[in-house]
Structure formats: C-alpha cells, structure tokens
C-alpha cells in the first residue's frame, strides 16, 4: 500500500477551500480519505479549516520537527502536523490546503516522488477579484496585490486541475472523484 498526499492549491477567491470542504463532506464515509488541519499563525476565523498557533509556538514546531508540510504565504506560516505522516504510511490518501508558491519551491510532484499529487483550483480572473471583494478581508490595494500575484502561477505543473467557474458541486464532485480514484490505487 502507497498513501499519497495531496497538496490542493489554488489563488485567492478560487473556491478552493469551499471545493475541499464539498468533497470532504461528500467522502464523509470514505476513510481512506483524510483531510488534514493546519496549523496558521493567522486568526482562525468562523468555519477555517485550521488551528491558529502563535508565531512563536509555530517557530517550536519547526524546531521539534512536528509538521510534516511547512511554509510561508502573505505573511503568516502554514504547517500540517507529522501525524498525519502515518496516514500515508498506512495508505491513506492526505489531503492538505497547500499553496501555490510551496508547490513551486518543491518542484512538481513528481520530482518529490510518487506519494506527493499537486491539485489546482481556477477560476477565471473576473470570478476571483468578485469573490476576494465579498468576502471583505482584504482592502481595494490588497485585492489587486493578490490578483497581480497569480501571474507568477500561470505555469504551475499539477496533476490534477479544477476550475470552478459554476456550482460548487461540479467542482467539489472533480475533487471527490480524484480523491477517490487514489484512494483506490493506493488500496493496491
């Protein structure tokens, strides 16, 4: 048996998270799928899919070793803890909320070996600038920094690609199915 990890990325206002917590849900009964926390030195806010650390207690973590996955991205750091190493030990696919620019610096994920699959969540650039405007956390400057920002994506090497321009179901079912798929193969 060979788990995988799966680093899901995608720009701002692409929908990723809300794809990934879509497939979650409809996977909920597929325990060769687990979707892993992180831990964010940034607030946690209502419905994040992480935990929120302090930079110093994120800077322990580094140094004891206890995140499996680790980086930085507009100013805070992501990890993903080493527990959930022992899931793909044992076979089961990983799902993590990666970033683009830590998918980047990795190289593609073949380069990493064959336990590591790269997932990209698109939407066109009209979608993404409405969608980082609704949800309010980000001032007019800010937005157009993170818009600026996807060029330096635009040939980002993934395994799998999403774009989510429709319902959320059509994408979070693209997800669910490859999710499925590995878990399958890794069963093998």
């Known amino acids: 048996m060979s788990g995988k990890w799966v680093l899901v990325c995608g720009a701002s206002g692409a929908g990723k998270d809300s794809v990934m917590a879509w497939a979650q849900n409809h996977l909920a009964e597929q325990l060769q799928v687990v979707f892993s926390r992180r831990v964010v030195t940034r607030p946690a806010q209502t419905g994040s899919d992480h935990d929120e650390v302090s930079p110093s207690y994120f800077e322990q973590l580094l140094e004891t070793r206890a995140l499996a996955w680790h980086w930085q991205a507009h100013g805070f750091g992501y990890g993903v803890s080493t527990r959930y190493a022992a899931d793909v030990s044992a076979g089961r696919v990983v799902v993590v909320n990666g970033s683009r620019e830590h998918v980047n610096t990795l190289g593609h994920a073949q380069a990493l070996g064959h336990n590591v699959r790269v997932v990209q969540v698109l939407a066109d650039a009209h979608q993404l600038e409405q969608r980082l405007q609704?949800?309010?956390?980000?001032?007019?400057?800010?937005?157009?920094?993170?818009?600026?920002?996807?060029?330096?994506?635009?040939?980002?090497?993934?395994?799998?690609?999403?774009?989510?321009?429709?319902?959320?179901?059509?994408?979070?079912?693209?997800?669910?199915?490859?999710?499925?798929?590995?878990?399958?193969?890794?069963?093998?």
Do not use: P
């Open 134 to 188: 609704q949800r309010g956390r980000d001032s007019t400057h800010a937005v157009a920094q993170r818009m600026a920002r996807n060029s330096q994506f635009a040939d980002l090497r993934a395994d799998c690609t999403i774009v989510n321009n429709g319902a959320l179901a059509d994408a979070g079912l693209q997800l669910a199915h490859y999710l499925r798929k590995l878990a399958e193969q890794s069963a093998d």
